[in-house]
């Protein structure tokens, strides 16, 4: 399983679009096994969730998320967990023992700090 962490400054954000990078944790066996940053290409409409989706990621973790988003990573099998706050590879430990729940914290208005 591939778990992505919007991350900034080494703790999740608040608004997965407006995020510096990705954390990429891959999982085997409630493992993490490998992870990686990637730069985050650009916040444009529909654009990051596809492109996750697209490179693998099975689970999406952030404080915030518009619902645009949230809905394209729904019809992409991608789980999305909201609400986070933490380093991004405890918050995957965390995920991986069942520990962490999304508080459902959906982005209203696109504001840089939602």
Known sequence: MKI??????GMATDHFGHCKEFMIFDTENNQIIKSESIPNPGHKPGFLP????DNGVNV???GGMGQGAVDIF???NVEVILGA???P?????????????S?????????NNC
């Open 4 to 9: 992505a962490v919007a991350s900034d400054n």
């Open 74 to 76: 729904n019809s992409r």
């Open 89 to 101: 590879e405890k918050l995957v430990e965390d995920y991986l023992k069942g520990l962490l729940e």
């Open 50 to 53: 596809n492109y996750l989706a």
């Open 85 to 87: 706050t933490g380093k």
């Open 103 to 111: 508080t459902g914290s959906i982005c209203h208005q696109h504001r």
């Open 60 to 62: 999406i973790i952030s």
